[in-house]
């Protein structure tokens, strides 16, 4: 089965330091793949996008992720984390067959100073 | 331009009321989405317009009703909810149909139903 997995339901990192998070699909298509953040009580923000092409991807607000196939893979980066990417990040995952897309089941970044 | 407006933000009802969620875009794309969010979760699909016609409706109750009069409109009405149903109700919109469609989401109506 198709299936989206974020490992991490919670991560703590200290204000300044780097951050990964992690995503790994389930997919026999090359898939489409996205980062999302949700700020408390918010929508979601489009975070960074891959489709095809270079495998690693720059976003807003200082994030990349990198697309491994081999390891099914598109984690998100940031080499600084500030206070206030405090939030929930959800990877996203499409393919075209049988047009599905999912959710992962979110990871939740809390920042101490 | 990527906003995605919804009306109202925060919205109280009775069990047997009927209220209806709006959603608005105006970035042209053709393809608007209704999502169920509850706390600590993803957002579960409720439904997708394409062309303004539903082209998804992944079993979701009958109480809650969608509608999309024009390509930037997307309405969500309520009838005869039940408390389990409050949660936060997202809109999105894409140019296409996903999932090449990258959704842009509004910022939600919270619902409480009392």
């Known amino acids: 089965a198709q299936s989206v997995t974020q490992p991490d339901i919670h991560i703590t990192v200290s204000e300044g330091a780097s951050l990964e998070l992690r995503c790994n699909y389930s997919y026999g298509a090359t898939p489409y793949l996205f980062w999302y953040v949700q700020s408390p009580g918010q929508g979601l923000q489009l975070l960074l996008k891959?489709?095809?092409?270079?495998?690693l991807v720059q976003g807003i607000k200082g994030f990349e992720a990198e697309f491994k196939r081999s390891q099914s893979s598109f984690n998100l980066r940031k080499p600084s984390v500030h206070w206030s990417d405090a939030a929930e990040y959800f990877c996203?995952?499409?393919?075209?067959?049988?047009?599905?897309?999912?959710f992962g089941t979110g990871t939740s970044l809390t920042v101490i100073p | 331009d990527t906003e995605v407006t919804q009306t109202p933000k925060h919205l109280v009802m009775g069990m047997t009321n009927k209220k209806s969620l709006k959603c608005e875009q105006h970035m042209g794309h053709r393809a608007m989405y209704w999502y169920k969010q509850k706390a600590k979760k993803p957002p579960e699909l409720m439904f997708v317009y394409s062309y303004e016609k539903l082209s998804i409706n992944e079993s979701v109750p009958s109480r809650f009703s969608p509608e999309c009069p024009n390509s930037s409109l997307l309405n969500l009405h309520l009838h005869a909810l039940q408390p389990e149903d409050s949660a936060l109700y997202l809109c999105a919109s894409s140019q296409e149909r996903q999932p090449r469609g990258t959704q842009y989401f509004g910022p939600g109506t919270r619902l409480l139903v009392l």
């Open positions: 891959y489709f095809s092409g270079d495998t």
């Open positions: 996203a995952v499409g393919a075209d067959t049988g047009n599905q897309f999912y």
